[in-house]
């Protein structure tokens, strides 16, 4: 199975999450740009709030990958203590890349909410939406991030996933959704037929047409 696009692939999603529709405790907080095609088309399908979660991770310098901790929109901060400990990393280098992180984040929130607030998850279902899954590293920090929101639970929710990772996010969040988790995993992109990469301002326009309650004007 694959996907035609992103779209397509949320409006599959959106079937699968068929029990959140109309439920005013839920909010979809879709992950930019990719992300956000598949968000819209769940909260337009489920009648729920649509918001860009901004999230930066914060990567270890010179292994990036590895996240020593993450931020988001609302100075929110959470850090990894264990790996701050265990690689012994000084606070001088934690502010130093929070702050250079913190620079883009506040760009990409710009670009795409404008002066907009974003959505309180407190005491709500967040609905964590991307278009695909592949370390994981991203998701767990967009978890960590709205988990120290209080929200009252959160669901990851993908079109596609390997098999290892969606395991290992079953246990941070408090449900886990996807349509195709395979062992075989080269990357998000051989699911889709269509996965040009999305632009900041198509982000921004289908945020603003969820917030007006508009779908596509190509259906």
Known sequence: MRFPDRSKAGQLLAQKLGGYANNPDAVVLALPRGGVPVGFEVACTLNLPL???VVRKLGVPNHEELAMGAIASGDVRVLEDDTIDWLQIPSSVIERVTEM?????????????????????AGKIAI????????GSTMRAAVAVVRSRGPQRIVIAVPTAPASTAKELERVADDFV?????????????????FRQVSDEVARDLYECAKLGWRRSDE
């Open 51 to 53: 918001d860009i979660i």
């Open 101 to 121: 992180e913190k620079t883009e984040l506040q760009r990409r929130e710009s670009t795409y909410r404008g002066t907009a607030p974003p959505l309180d998850p």
């Open 128 to 135: 964590l939406v991307d278009d695909g899954i592949a370390t």
């Open 178 to 194: 996807s349509i195709i988790t395979a062992d075989v995993f080269v990357g998000v992109g051989q699911w889709y037929d269509d």
